[in-house]
């Protein structure tokens, strides 16, 4: 399977079932990783932005390439409505053998809010990869962070809330990940009740940021990009100390 | 595939050993070397004998020595060709003489051929698989008391010991597909001249699957009671790779390192070590 030009070598599954893919161990040199997971909502909202969305994802890799731990870094995108599921944009792969102008034309907006299934995907796709890693002695030290973007409130998934509360209770005591942060970012959330479920959500799954960017530009979404791939590299430099990255605290729109 | 560690021991100060490997076209090398606890600045030494090993195989190879000559011509162009570059760089620095007071362990593959060169001690781990099992032949080079470097002068050892000899320790091990532990099936020793550096050559075959060189630090481990661990435990703690990737040597000490420590075990010596695996 060929996902942006990255030959995903190996197919897996996590323990609800949510399938991923990953490069080939061979193809990891370094002893120690960080893994980036984002995952974004392509419901029928985000249609009219979204090649802007496209465009941060690019802007994003653009920046990480630049990363001088870009040999450190696996990432995995997905992107998530109702009609498609969970679709994987690339499986764990080196950002350095990923082509930014290959998210061009993936954000196809359709379906409903699947947000619980693919937080749970995520966070238990990058909890399963790098375990395996560990076990297999194939990494000795590692850290994750994860973006959830979102512009909708659940309202189509499997899953529920207190399944993803345990999967974070899982990876934080997971002995491959040194330290792991989740960040969820409210697209258009300027509606009071909306923010106030996104609020909701963080807190009772224990997410530890809730980054608001209000009304959604081209301008904003591009500084998300920027601030993304800032607090990616931020969190490979502080592998070892046994901290999380604390660019995230900054994160303003 | 090749790569080599060396640490520190619990019970120094300083790492005295070091290791380095490499390849080149069908050429797999590892060196590595144990610095003299009593020698200053063996340290030093160590890293200089290694490189310098390593500028030497590199070019006897180049210039297809290693190919054409037998063993016995080559450990003696290798030793004087890296003594003479190591005097010089010590001179150069400046260091005592005594700082290149270390071992000297060299393993090459090329092809189907491996060489093995050794002054002082150390230890030597031949793996063989048999179908679903593998023997491990463990070959443990102990001088009673100070080794005889490559920068040791034989006249005044002669001078000052009259002849004496080394013991060569072989155990033969074997282990199943399934099972955590080594067992041991035979042992028998050698005394051998205690002024020449140890050469084995050998014809690699298909079952033939690796071959690991140690400092004696591997000697050095102790059990939760403080007894000493027995040679076969760890060296089957040292080849037991789960994935053959890039650092895989590394890779193994960091999570051997771990086992030992929740295990409440210990190692006082300065561990180093590489192994070749011969993917034939």
Not at chain 2, 169 to 193: F, T
Request: some cysteine.
């Amino acid at each position: 399977m060929k996902l942006m030009g990255v030959d995903a070598d190996q197919v897996a599954q996590t323990v609800h079932g949510f399938d991923y893919t990953s490069i080939t161990v061979d193809k990891l040199g370094a002893t120690e990783y960080t893994f980036a997971g984002i995952a974004l909502d392509i419901t029928t909202s985000v249609a009219p932005f979204k090649s802007s969305l496209e465009k941060m994802l690019e802007e994003c890799l653009i920046f990480l390439k630049r990363s001088p731990r870009v040999l450190n870094l696996l990432a995995r995108t997905t992107a998530f409505n109702s009609s498609v599921g969970i679709n994987e944009f690339h499986g764990f792969t080196l950002i350095n053998s990923l082509d930014p102008t290959g998210f061009k034309n993936l954000v196809q907006p359709g379906g409903m809010t699947n947000l619980y299934d693919a937080t749970l995907d995520i966070i238990e796709s990058i909890n399963d990869y790098a375990t395996k890693l560990f076990d297999d002695e194939v990494i000795v030290n590692a850290n994750g962070i994860i973006y959830i973007i979102t512009d909708g409130d659940d309202n189509s998934s499997q899953y529920q809330i207190s399944d993803i509360k345990k999967a974070i209770e899982k990876i934080r005591r997971a002995e491959a990940l040194e330290s792991i942060q989740i960040i969820l970012v409210g697209i258009n959330d300027s509606d009071p009740h909306f923010k106030q479920r996104l609020e909701d959500f963080q807190v009772g799954v224990g997410i530890d940021k809730y980054v608001s960017m209000g009304d959604v530009s081209e301008k904003k979404l591009a500084k998300l990009g920027g601030l993304i791939s800032q607090s990616v590299s931020s969190t490979s430099s502080s592998l070892g100390t046994g901290n999380p990255s604390q660019d995230v605290n900054s994160f303003k729109f | 595939m090749v790569d080599s560690y060396y640490g520190i021991g619990e019970g120094h100060l300083v790492c005295q050993d070091y290791a380095l490997h490499g390849s080149l076209d069908d050429m797999e090398y590892v060196i590595i070397s144990d610095g003299c606890s009593g020698a200053e600045h063996s340290e030093v030494g160590a890293q200089i004998l290694c490189h310098a090993a390593k500028y030497h195989i590199i070019s006897c190879y180049q210039n297809d020595l290693l190919k054409q000559c037998s063993s016995e011509f080559l450990v003696k162009v290798l030793g004087n060709a890296i003594l003479k570059r190591v005097d010089e760089i010590r001179k150069i620095y400046p260091i005592n003489k005594t700082a290149l007071e270390a071992t000297l362990l060299i393993a090459i593959r090329i092809g189907l051929k491996l060489y093995l060169f050794i002054w002082g001690d150390g230890i030597i781990i031949e793996n063989i698989q048999i179908n679903e099992s593998r023997i491990i032949k463990v070959i443990n080079i102990d001088y009673e008391n100070k080794p005889f470097y490559l920068v040791s002068d034989k006249n005044q050892y002669m001078k000052k010991w009259g002849m004496r000899y080394y013991k060569e320790q072989n155990l033969w091990g074997i282990k199943n597909k399934n099972s955590d532990i080594i067992i041991k099936d035979k042992e028998m020793s050698y005394l051998l001249p205690f002024y020449e550096p140890y050469i084995y050559e050998k014809d690699l075959k298909e079952n033939d699957n690796s071959i690991t060189l140690c400092s004696d630090g591997i000697l050095s481990f102790k059990d939760e009671n403080k007894n000493l661990v027995d040679l076969l435990t760890i060296v089957n703690e040292f080849i037991t790779f789960k994935t053959i990737v890039n650092g895989f040597v590394k890779k193994r000490m960091f999570f051997m390192r771990r086992k030992i420590k929740n295990k409440n075990w210990s190692y006082y010596d300065d561990i180093s070590t590489g192994t070749i695996i011969y993917e034939l």
